[in-house]
């Protein structure tokens, strides 16, 4: 009788440790992922910093400047006129060969020359493809003047420039859109198969701002 009860203590004792037991043991558990996962932390400041960049330098070319430019305004004015949907190209200093190679490539295709509107991040280039196109609409929206103005050596540079073109692109594509203007978003390094505009793509889509 006496064993019986002795091991009845022993087995309540060691069963009040146990939910201590397992709680040393999920502490553990959370410390060593911790210490795992502490590595990727520096990972995610640099995410936070990267952020932080593309919303400070974003502010100079925000969709509010883009509606307020003058230029741009005249610019949607004649999109608005047109009665087929433009193809809207983007240029700048690294794309003005491309774009000028497609557009001759385009020549085969009747009737899509006449669509083309530009849109350059670049002064200096919208003048130079001028000299090639004077009939095709441009404008620019100059990004040159943000893209100078952020360090060379601010960490994941080119990253944050490629971020704000993406940036940039969305805020003309919103604006375009607040306008009431459908468009194609064209781009340069695609090589067209067939004319895209005798395949009249228009008529099984309602409004819409697409890539071709």
């Given at each position: 009788m006496a064993d019986f009860s002795k091991s009845i203590f022993y087995s309540g004792r060691l069963s009040s440790k146990k939910p201590c037991l397992l709680l040393i043991a999920f502490l553990l558990k959370v410390a060593r992922s911790y210490y795992d996962a502490s590595p990727s932390f520096p990972k995610w400041q640099r995410i936070g910093r990267v952020i932080s960049n593309v919303d400070h330098y974003g502010k100079f070319l925000s969709r509010e400047?883009?509606?307020?430019?003058?230029?741009?305004?005249?610019?949607t004015d004649l999109l608005v006129k047109r009665k087929e949907p433009p193809y809207i190209l983007y240029i700048d200093k690294g794309y003005l060969d491309i774009s000028l190679n497609h557009i001759c490539n385009l020549e085969y295709m009747s009737g899509s020359i006449p669509r083309l509107a530009v849109v350059s991040f670049?002064?200096?280039?919208?003048?130079?493809?001028?000299?090639f196109h004077p009939y095709i609409p441009t404008v620019t929206l100059d990004f040159s003047l943000i893209k100078k103005s952020i360090p060379e050596n601010l960490?994941?540079?080119?990253?944050?420039?490629?971020?704000?073109?993406?940036?940039?692109?969305?805020?003309?594509?919103?604006?375009?859109?607040?306008r009431g203007i459908s468009f194609w978003s064209m781009q340069q390094d695609s090589i067209w198969t067939e004319n895209f505009v005798s395949m009249e793509v228009e008529k099984t889509l309602s409004r819409c701002a697409t890539d071709i």
């Open positions: 400047v883009i509606e307020n430019d003058h230029r741009f305004k005249e610019f670049d002064r200096e280039v919208e003048k130079q493809f001028n000299r960490e994941n540079r080119r990253y944050i420039v490629y971020q704000l073109v993406l940036m940039l692109r969305y805020h003309i594509a919103a604006v375009l859109s607040n």
